[in-house]
């Protein structure tokens, strides 16, 4: 009997070609945040304005999953991630002092574009763009010591992810500042397992009052019009957060059923 967890087969369709762009499908590409603002990722107030916890409760995390945060800066969500999806050791390896850490895969992703690494489940695949926020985000998890974090050097077209081995891709107010995103999305797509999901949050367009740049913001209507156009489908969204959209998308070959999106109040 064939196992539910064997990949399905990558869908066929060649990667685009795609330069910088500075539109997107009538989206004027927002320009990405340096690694001197990174403070404010981690701002005090962040949870209480943004009800970050309530979001991740949301994401569904549990034990043993592969999990990314695509654009991870200096971990606010990874931490938190690498905890929840952690393998804990059982009874027969803890009597060995070993801790158990998951299935090995086969698939290997780039590690700071220096060497490799095998990617295995219960761990978070960190990935970023610039150098710096891995370096914060190293020194973060070392003092928190979690170790079930692999920081990954991003691409601008490509995450550098191992194909059909991801439970869920999480993008954090990170997806709109994408300077490549139909190559992003083409990616993401092909590292998702059948079932897997990406959990994508963004600021509401449609709410004048959040206090955020009109660039770094996304509506609904825009969100599902990238995505669909990337052959992805909405399967489930969370509409109660003050100032996020939080929608979830899978592959549009996945079992799991699409949604129609609730309208915006």
């Given at each position: 009997?064939?196992?539910?967890?064997?990949?399905?087969?990558?869908?066929?369709?060649?990667?685009?070609?795609?330069?910088?762009?500075?539109?997107?499908?009538?989206?004027?590409?927002?320009?990405?945040?340096?690694?001197?603002?990174?403070?404010?990722?981690?701002?005090?107030?962040?949870?209480?304005?943004?009800?970050?916890?309530?979001?991740?409760?949301?994401?569904?995390?549990?034990?043993?999953?592969?999990?990314?945060?695509?654009?991870?800066?200096?971990?606010?969500?990874?931490?938190?991630?690498?905890?929840?999806?952690?393998?804990?050791?059982?009874?027969?390896?803890?009597?060995?002092?070993?801790?158990?850490?998951?299935?090995?895969?086969?698939?290997?992703?780039?590690?700071?574009?220096?060497?490799?690494?095998?990617?295995?489940?219960?761990?978070?695949?960190?990935?970023?763009?610039?150098?710096?926020?891995?370096?914060?985000?190293?020194?973060?998890?070392?003092?928190?010591?979690?170790?079930?974090?692999?920081?990954?050097?991003?691409?601008?077209?490509?995450?550098?992810?191992p194909a059909n081995e991801i439970d869920l891709v999480l993008m954090v107010?990170?997806?709109?500042?994408?300077?490549?995103?139909?190559?992003?999305?083409?990616?993401?797509?092909?590292?998702?397992?059948?079932?897997?999901?990406?959990?994508?949050?963004?600021?509401?367009?449609?709410?004048?009052?959040?206090?955020?740049?009109?660039?770094?913001?996304?509506?609904?209507?825009?969100?599902?019009?990238?995505?669909?156009?990337?052959?992805?489908?909405?399967?489930?969204?969370?509409?109660?957060?003050?100032?996020?959209?939080?929608?979830?998308?899978?592959?549009?070959?996945?079992?799991?059923?699409?949604?129609?999106?609730?309208?915006?109040?």
């Open positions: 009997m064939q196992s539910n967890a064997e990949p399905a087969p990558v869908a066929e369709e060649a990667k685009p070609i795609e330069q910088a762009r500075r539109t997107y499908l009538g989206r004027i590409v927002a320009q990405p945040m340096s690694h001197f603002g990174a403070s404010w990722l981690i701002r005090p107030e962040r949870n209480d304005e943004e009800n970050a916890k309530e979001a991740f409760d949301q994401l569904g995390i549990e034990s043993g999953m592969t999990l990314v945060d695509l654009g991870c800066g200096n971990g606010f969500w990874t931490l938190p991630m690498a905890r929840q999806c952690k393998v804990e050791a059982d009874s027969e390896e803890s009597k060995q002092g070993e801790p158990k850490r998951g299935r090995f895969n086969a698939s290997r992703v780039r590690v700071d574009g220096d060497r490799d690494t095998e990617a295995y489940q219960g761990q978070v695949l960190a990935v970023d763009i610039q150098k710096e926020m891995l370096q914060k985000l190293r020194r973060n998890a070392a003092r928190a010591k979690i170790e079930n974090i692999v920081p990954v050097i991003g691409e601008v077209d490509n995450p550098n992810l107010d990170v997806y709109h500042e994408f300077s490549h995103p139909q190559s992003m999305l083409w990616e993401i797509r092909k590292s998702l397992k059948l079932s897997g999901v990406i959990a994508l949050l963004e600021y509401r367009a449609e709410d004048p009052d959040v206090p955020i740049k009109p660039l770094h913001k996304m509506s609904k209507a825009q969100i599902m019009k990238e995505y669909t156009a990337s052959n992805l489908k909405l399967v489930r969204e969370y509409n109660d957060l003050p100032w996020q959209h939080l929608m979830f998308f899978a592959r549009d070959d996945s079992p799991l059923p699409a949604i129609v999106p609730k309208p915006v109040p």
